[in-house]
């Protein structure tokens, strides 16, 4: 199952589900820095309040540093 939802003015997120999820966010404001992994549920939960909770254009990296080890 797939589902693409907006978690701010500028970032996107479309997941698919399955026994892992694949995640893609991308920013509108810097398109060639787009955050993307395979992640069990919690972290796909953590990922997404990350997400809503950092709205700046940093987000993205600080997001790589702290679920992409």
């Given amino acids: 199952m797939e589902h693409t939802f907006n978690v701010s003015k500028f970032r996107t997120i479309k997941a698919t589900f399955g026994e892992t999820i ?9 398109p060639d820095n787009d955050f993307e992994g395979e992640f069990p549920l919690l972290t796909y939960n953590e990922i997404v309040e990350f997400f ?6 940093y987000a993205m990296n600080m997001a790589k540093e702290r679920f992409k080890r």
Avoid: A, Q
């Fill in 22 to 30: 694949k995640i893609h966010v991308t920013d509108s404001r810097v």
């Fill in 52 to 57: 809503k909770e950092h709205e700046h254009i």
